[in-house]
């Protein structure tokens, strides 16, 4: 079976510009959620999505949002691009968004922002 | 206090030695507990998860539990040079998001 799967691979944007990321889960998996990770430091949590509603929100600004579509696909955007968010952007799929269900993660986009 | 805590290494053991990975959190409430191994560049792979106090074993891989002391452990036994990676631990409760530390380097000296 095909793992999550995330496109583009890797994206440069320049500042100010604003940058959409994809992510396809696992089929049979409703639940996707969006992470950031720097060099160094865990993934930090962007979005939770479960059959399309919007389930928990990180600390991230509003320049960050996301949605699910009916087939369970995920799109992340990213408005006013900074250099800060420069980073690895992973998305993870499980089957549902509760307890004891545990997250897989796609190969991630890595958005440079010059 | 960070919600997940792990010594961010290098961990250095000897090739076909136990390494010892350990991480503390905070909240109480947690109920999943997740290791996930993460190469150089690459995405975070799931190894273990464990949601009931105790050992849970898979291959050379042992999740360790105790939820009264908040603390989860992951042993790699016969550490192979190929282990060397950063694991992650991450916790998640309930319905709420996942939070991961910040990871232990592990380095497998052949």
């Known amino acids: 079976d095909a793992g999550v799967t995330q496109s583009p691979t890797h994206l440069i944007k320049t500042r100010g510009q604003q940058v959409t990321l994809r992510c396809s889960p696992i089929s049979g998996h409703k639940s996707v959620s969006w992470y950031q990770q720097v060099l160094g430091q865990g993934p930090q949590f962007i979005f939770q999505?479960?059959?399309?509603?919007?389930?928990g929100r990180g600390n991230f600004p509003d320049r960050f949002s996301a949605r699910q579509f009916p087939n369970y696909s995920s799109e992340l955007n990213v408005n006013a691009l900074l250099l800060g968010d420069s980073a690895l952007y992973l998305c993870?799929?499980?089957?549902?968004?509760?307890?004891?269900?545990?997250?897989?993660f796609g190969p991630g986009t890595r958005l440079t922002v010059t | 206090q960070k919600e997940v805590e792990q010594n961010s290494g290098p961990l250095s053991v000897p090739e076909g030695a136990i390494a010892s990975l350990n991480c503390t959190y905070s909240d109480r409430g947690s109920q999943s507990f997740f290791w996930y191994r993460q190469y150089s560049g690459k995405s975070p792979e799931l190894i273990m998860f464990?949601?009931?106090?105790g050992d849970k074993e898979d291959g050379r891989f042992t999740a360790q539990l105790n939820k009264a002391s908040q603390y989860v452990s992951l042993l790699i036994r016969d550490s192979q040079p190929s282990d060397s990676a950063t694991y992650l631990c991450?916790?998640?409760?309930?319905?709420?998001?996942?939070?991961f530390g910040t990871g232990t380097k592990l380095q497998v000296i052949p």
């Open positions: 991450a916790v998640k409760r309930g319905y709420q998001k996942v939070t």
């Open positions: 993870a799929s499980s089957f549902s968004g509760g307890q004891g269900y545990e997250q897989y």
């Open positions: 999505y479960y059959e399309k509603e919007e389930r």
């Open positions: 464990i949601y009931s106090n």
